[in-house]
Structures are given as structure tokens and as C-alpha cells.
């Protein structure tokens, strides 16, 4: 969690007894409130967290020696000042959870169980990191850079920097692309990620034999990102990155476009991913929460984009497929 200068506590390793300034500010207590949230649905939650006061969200449990967790679930835990953590505010998280059941139509989200925890004081800027965990879908593996798990042998490994403007990489649309992947993606292939973000699918084609990649996203921060990436895969020499919308898209066809992007966008540029794909290519997209599957899907219908796969992964839809003059 990010705190103020004035509310981060000493670190723990620091000695008790160093001289330290005469006016130093008081350690700033936290409440640690969790949720036992179903997989795929642990996005939606962490929304209903954003309250004013709750600045950050995690993922996972705080630490091995916590409560283990069901095979189907996930911890989502977000953390207030103790000052704010009052009777109306836990009233106020209750009942922002209740809503979500009869917002999204999901039983499974009702009655999620619900906890407040007081903190000891700690560095909670940093302390997340105890808790991600990396993560494997197929032979793709993603680790950060303190992860001091060995990877397997098979193991296309990436070592990813999460962060706040991306995210870990571990949200069921990156998790659904992925898989599709490991299914389509050609030996020497020419890929096009659009809302590449960290790169990660980019450099996961690159990963499993992909000749050139090449990805885009509006965010000015992205292209960076993507490029440590990619040069920490030792996958420079095969990806591009770019900044900008479609427009960016170099000249030339395409043997797999990926775009895990929002439905809306998805349904406005269906056409011009078709227009991206070489004979005989394939493509891949999510981003689509239930709600918008059918009107996706229409867009796609209209594109010329036929849907051979399609996975769900809690409230999120992936698809992979072809041009639809492939199937005649």
C-alpha cells in the first residue's frame, strides 16, 4: 500500500536504537479487510473496494502461514487507516459486496465472507510482495523479479515488474489470452498485440515461436515497460512496441492479432482486425465481461470473424478464431 511520507512506518529491520530526529510522525496504524472472493471475479471486488480511504488493492493471502485458501477461490484484500475503520465503514463494505450479486446476476457472489484485521506497523509499500505469487498457464510462467521459486525445465519463463498502471498480469482476460496462445501461435508467425500494456502476450507469442510481434497501446507508458520486458525474456530481436491507437499499426498482414482490450473497443475496431489478418490467420480477444458477450459477438458476426473457441473465466469471455471465408 502506498502511504504519505508522514504515515509510513519505520521498516522492520531497522535498528531500535539509532538515533532517529526528535520529531518523527506516529506509526500510522491500518485494518487489513478481506474477502474470500470465487476465481474471475476477484476484479469486480477489488471495484467495490475503492472506497476514499482505500488506496490499494492485494491479491492472495498475506502469507504462507495464513488460513489456506479453496482451490476455486481467491483473496482480495485492500487496507484503510485504522482512523477510518469505523462501525458505518464496515457497514458501508458489507453492503457494497451484497450489491454485487444483484448487479451482475451471479450467485456466487452472495454472502461473500468478510473480514477486518488490525495491522502491526510494517512497510505495506512493500510488504504485497510477500503475497504474489508467479503464476504458470501452460508452459508460459511469470514471475517477478524477487520471485525465488525455480521454474521448471518446459517453462517459457517471463519475469514481470507488477505495478499499479498495469497490473500483475494475473487478471482472467491475460490469464484466457494466454492459454489461447499456446494454441495458435505459428512457428516464425507475425503477431499484433493492440492494448499491449506490459507487453506480456507480446512476448509470450515471441516465447513460443512467434517470428515478429508487434504491440500498441495509448498509455505513453506502456512501450517501456514492454521493452524491459521483452529484453529480460531475451526477446528483443522479435518485438516492437509502439505508442498510439490503431492508427500506429505498421503496414502489412498479420497471422495472429490479439487485442485484449475493452468490449467496446473490440466491437468498434472488429473490422479492422479483419482487415489486419493475412490469409489463413487467426485471432484471439477478450476483455469481455458477460454482459457485453452478445453484443460482441454480433460484431465479430459482422466483421467476418467466425469464433472456433470460447473460454469464461468468472465474469470474463475470451475468443479465438478465424476469417470467416476459412470455414467455407
Known sequence: MSTSATDTPPHPDSDPLEPRPARVAAPQAWTEIRVLVPLGW??????????????????????LAAEP???????????????LDTPEFRSMVRAALDSLAEA???????????????????????????????????????????????????DLVMVLEPGATFGSGRHPTTRLCLELLQGVVAPNARVLDAGTGTGILAVAAALLGAGECVGFD????????????????GMEARCRFLTGGFESIPEGAFDLVVANIYSDILQAQAGRMRAMLAPGGRWIASGVPTPHDRATRAAFERAGLAIQRHLVRGRWQAYCGVAREQLA
Request: proline share 10%; glycine share 4%.
Open 42 to 63: 476477484h476484479e469486480l471486488v477489488a471495484e467495490a473496494l475503492a472506497f476514499d480511504g482505500c488506496s490499494s488493492v492485494a491479491f492472495g493471502r498475506s502469507s
Open 69 to 83: 485458501v479453496p482451490e476455486d477461490h481467491e483473496v482480495v484484500r485492500s487496507f484503510v487507516s485504522s482512523k
Open 104 to 154: 451482475s446476476g451471479a450467485e456466487e457472489l452472495a454472502g461473500l465472507p468478510l473480514s477486518f484485521k488490525p495491522l502491526p506497523p510494517e512497510d505495506y509499500a512493500n510488504s504485497w510482495k510477500k503475497s504474489w505469487k508467479p503464476f504458470r498457464v501452460g508452459r508460459i510462467a511469470v514471475h517477478a523479479p524477487w520471485s525465488r521459486i525455480a521454474p521448471r525445465a518446459t
Open 218 to 233: 495509448i498509455d505513453p507508458h506502456s512501450q517501456p515497460n514492454a521493452e524491459d520486458l521483452a529484453r529480460s525474456a
